[in-house]
């Protein structure tokens, strides 16, 4: 861990036009409206993408989101099925099934191979706005509060009329469990939105290059159509044709990936968390603990291992104790595990080291950036509302990356899922938050020095996958040609 003071990479240069701007700087609004719409009438509801477009509800990266004529921002992502269902040009379906298989297949086929998600969080068990033949658009409304909410679904129900989609809408309501300046948390009680990759310059200048620490990338990296952080460009589709037709085929491939350029995908998915259970875990695991220092203390202390941060966001140091608390300095997103190689600050099982190992000296050089633009659902924990009357509550997450494979399922399904990287000490227990430990089998180890460790039993899943849908978030322009085909 480093504390030297270092120049801000937090540079603002325009982004190129077209992008969506909740993927580039996401939203700040205290609440989120998710609407998931099935497509009846295809010709309609393209003419409702039609009228988004002129009416000025998409917001591209370069606008401020007040700039949305009136209405309340609209952000807009399209499943695999949406696109077959409105139409799209085959050639350009063709593209996605060859280039983007996570996102062609669709969340549902592939969730317990690829995501982990089995038992009750299997697909079967999945609420029914996520079935994968009938969820098509999704619409993600932000504004400060409800009423704004309503008043900008109504608008929208009525450009489209009643042909274009199945009705009632299905309604994902998302909001912040308390005002910004006081610190966002999700469930659970811990300190969110510390931590987001900064995108670098478009080209990146010579000062502008990706670096693990200050989890800065490059713009390939969550939006197509531009170089990654290992300097490749999938999404440029080079004609690949014998010569005598290269030139027709390099101006087709130019007008294919026109479409695709400034999009990204996203990975929209519902969590339930059993915040009672993860309470009672930490409280049991707390009580068996000997020492100088209270068991609100010891909570503490297993909370930030479990994290990798401390409810005040710093992250979790080898210097920290049980009753001396956190060390480090300020909460931050810049930091890097180089420091910690035995995982005795952060252990390799916690959640943010297993997300984002930056440069982790034992993971692949590899990185695997992800932007998160999710929000908490539901009220918070109260121990005194009865069981049967709590309506539950967890996260709406929004994962955006340009590959769903590469990115997105590679954290879930084996970085989160799987035992966890580290040379000793790491015990085989799955991601504490949301991996799916086996109490039985499973056991999570904090590292206390290089031989011996902690070791908490008894872990359950902590969280439930409610659904999942993979969309994809075209450019502005990619929307309007959609709409105008
Ligand atoms: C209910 C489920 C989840 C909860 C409660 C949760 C909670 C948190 C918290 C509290 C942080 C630390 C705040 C920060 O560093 O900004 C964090 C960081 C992070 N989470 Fe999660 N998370 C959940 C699901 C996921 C999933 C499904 C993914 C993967 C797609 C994910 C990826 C990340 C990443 C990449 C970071 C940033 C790590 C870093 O850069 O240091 N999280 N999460």
Excluded at 108 to 135: T, V
Excluded at 420 to 427: E, I, K, L, S, V
Aim: glycine share 8%.
């Amino acid at each position: 861990m480093s504390t030297t003071v270092r120049p801000t990479l937090r540079v603002k240069p325009p982004r190129p036009t077209g992008i969506q701007k909740l993927i580039t700087s996401g939203s700040r609004a205290e609440r989120s409206r998710h609407l998931i719409l099935t497509v009846l009438n295809p010709a309609l509801a393209r003419q409702f993408l039609r009228q988004l477009c002129r009416g000025g509800w998409l917001v591209d990266a370069n606008q401020s989101w007040d700039d949305t004529a009136g209405h309340c921002a609209l952000s807009l992502g399209i499943t695999f099925a949406g696109l077959q269902k409105l139409e799209l040009d085959e050639r350009l379906l063709d593209v996605l099934r060859a280039k983007a298989p996570a996102f062609a297949q669709g969340a549902w086929a592939r969730a317990s191979d690829e995501l982990g998600d089995i038992g009750a969080s299997a697909p079967a068990n999945w609420e029914p706005s996520f079935g994968p033949a009938s969820a098509h658009l999704l619409l993600i409304l932000h504004a400060n509060d409800d009423t704004a909410l309503t008043a900008a679904q109504e608008q929208l129900v009525q450009l489209a009329g009643d042909q274009a989609f199945a009705s009632p809408w299905v309604i994902h309501d998302g909001l912040h469990l308390a005002p910004e300046p006081v610190g966002r948390r999700v469930h659970f009680g811990m300190l969110d939105g510390l931590s987001q990759p900064a995108i670098l310059p478009e080209p990146p200048g010579p000062v502008g290059l990706p670096n693990a620490m200050r989890n800065s990338h490059r713009l390939g990296e969550f939006v197509l159509g531009y170089d990654n952080d290992d300097q490749a460009n999938p999404w440029r589709l080079a004609a690949e044709r014998p010569a005598a037709s290269r030139v027709l085929a390099a101006e087709q491939s130019r007008v294919l990936a026109d479409f695709f350029k400034n999009g990204s995908f996203a990975a929209f998915r519902k969590m339930a968390q059993d915040e009672a259970g993860f309470r009672r875990f930490v409280r049991q695991q707390a009580e068996t603990l000997q020492g100088q220092h209270t068991l609100t203390q010891a909570e503490a202390f297993i909370r930030a291992k479990l994290l990798g941060r401390w409810d005040d966001g710093r992250v979790v140091q080898a210097t920290d104790t049980m009753s001396g608390g956190p060390s480090g300095p300020d909460a931050t997103a810049d930091f890097d595990f180089a420091h910690d190689p035995a995982g005795l600050g952060c252990p390799f099982g916690a959640h943010i080291r297993r997300m984002n190992p930056r440069d982790d000296p034992v993971v692949p050089i590899r990185r695997r950036p992800i932007l998160r633009r999710g929000m908490p659902y539901g009220e918070p924990y109260n121990e005194k509302v009865c069981k049967k009357d709590d309506p539950g509550r967890g996260l709406l997450g929004l994962f955006f990356c340009a590959s769903l494979e590469h990115q997105f399922e590679h954290l879930v399904g084996q970085w989160a899922n799987d035992t966890p990287m580290g040379p000793n000490n790491r015990g085989n227990a799955r991601d504490p938050l949301i991996g799916h430990n086996d109490p039985a089998r499973h056991v999570y180890d904090i590292p206390l020095s290089d031989t011996t460790a902690l070791a908490l039993r008894g872990m359950t899943p902590f969280v439930t996958t409610k659904g999942t849908l993979y969309t994809f978030f075209p450019s502005l322009s990619a929307i309007q040609q959609l709409a105008d085909r």
